[in-house]
């Protein structure tokens, strides 16, 4: 799986758009992005994941650059409760072998 | 919606005694992880299941095994404890290739 980079810590505004970034130059053709992100102390949170595309749900946006080495997640309008470790994934989907390989993800803090 | 389910969500025990997690998939998932974080550190993947079978290992302990039942849940054993498998546990679930949920986890606290 490739290695993702990610800053450390982030800071963002209540109501203001979290972006965080994720470098992943090593990916390969088939492998997609997954983000994931853990409150303090509870269970990882599937956030979305993406290929080649722009990808949008619920909870935020994925932006994948065209070469695939970088992409960045979006959260629209960011509240307290956004407050979390945020994990950047890179891996393969395939049957009975989906581990999630968590590295050093990015703290991100909202403040009022 | 149906939740994967941890029991106990925290465990006392002494060194070199042993414990039992347990893990509720979702209904439905055919594939359950179990993941151990230490104080201060990431989540990192212990062994998983699909369909019952073992399916992928990661860094666990010899001491360690778990199995998977014709329920779907699954059961983490720890043996021979030690004060450094003080740590969160979680199990999550998954269907096919799909994204995993996790569970609350279960807090072991070794003395």
């Known amino acids: 799986d490739a290695k993702t980079t990610q800053p450390t810590s982030m800071d963002c505004a209540e109501g203001r758009a979290a972006n965080l970034p994720c470098n992943h130059s090593?990916?390969?053709?088939?492998?997609?992005v997954y983000w994931y992100r853990q409150i303090h102390s509870q269970g990882p949170q599937y956030i979305i994941h993406g290929l080649k595309n722009n990808e949008t749900n619920e909870m935020a946006s994925l932006i994948i650059t065209e070469d695939r080495k970088s992409s960045t997640l979006i959260l629209p309008h960011a509240t307290l409760r956004d407050t979390a470790v945020y994990y950047c994934i890179v891996r393969v989907p395939s049957g009975g072998y989906n581990k999630l390989i968590f590295g050093a993800g990015t703290r991100l803090a909202v403040h009022p | 919606a149906a939740g994967v389910i941890q029991s106990p969500r925290h465990l006392i025990k002494e060194k070199r005694e042993t414990a039992t997690l347990k893990c509720y998939p979702i209904?439905?998932?055919?594939?359950v992880y179990w993941y151990q974080q230490g104080p201060g550190q990431d989540p990192q993947f212990l062994i998983s299941?699909?369909?019952?079978?073992?399916?992928d290992k990661g860094s666990i302990p010899d001491r360690f095994s778990a199995q998977q039942f014709s329920d779907y849940h699954s059961e983490l054993n720890m043996s021979s404890l030690e004060l450094g498998d003080s740590a969160l546990y979680f199990c999550?679930?998954?269907?096919?290739?799909?994204?995993?949920?996790f569970g609350p986890g279960t807090r072991l606290t070794v003395l």
């Open positions: 999550a679930s998954s269907w096919l290739t799909n994204e995993q949920f």
């Open positions: 090593t990916i390969s053709g088939n492998e997609y």
């Open positions: 209904p439905r998932h055919d594939t």
């Open positions: 299941f699909y369909e019952k079978m073992q399916s």
